[in-house]
Nanobody, 120 residues
Framework: QVQLVESGGGLVQPGGSLRLSCVASGSILSINTMGWYRQAPGKQRELVATLTTGGSMAQANSVKGRFTISRDNAKNMVFLQMNSLKPEDTAVYYC??????????????WGQGTLVTVSS
């Protein structure tokens, strides 16, 4: 199987920055899309940004110009650089990937989530 492990969350003041990391491990043949979603208290989980191996990106309007997604394909990692953070960015951030296993099957696992709190 496949595991996704996030890191980098924490408490930051408004206007500050954080960098999230996610690494995928397991019986991976290839990974197409990797990305980030978030879920604020009392709200549904929403897309933040995704990036394919080919470089195609999707991003929420609310984070454009502030957040940057990047990948290290050789290490099966995805990053989210978050700048100019706002209190409304407070949420649990989840990593997700579209993974092809060495058996040929596809999985779409989620990480366990990392909490980002933006508060003064």
């Amino acid at each position: 199987q496949v595991q996704l492990v996030e890191s980098g969350g924490g408490l930051v003041q408004p206007g500050g920055s954080l960098r999230l990391s996610c690494v995928a491990s397991g019986s991976i043949l290839s990974i197409n899309t990797m990305g980030w979603y978030r879920q604020a208290p009392g709200k549904q989980r929403e897309l933040v940004a995704t990036l394919t191996t080919g470089g195609s990106m999707a991003q929420a309007n609310s984070v454009k110009g502030r957040f940057t997604i990047s990948r290290d394909n050789a290490k099966n990692m995805v990053f989210l650089q978050m700048n100019s953070l706002k209190p409304e960015d407070t949420a649990v951030y989840y990593c997700k990937a579209v993974v092809r296993l060495d058996t040929g099957r596809y999985l779409e696992p989620w990480g366990q989530g990392t909490l980002v709190t933006v508060s003064s």
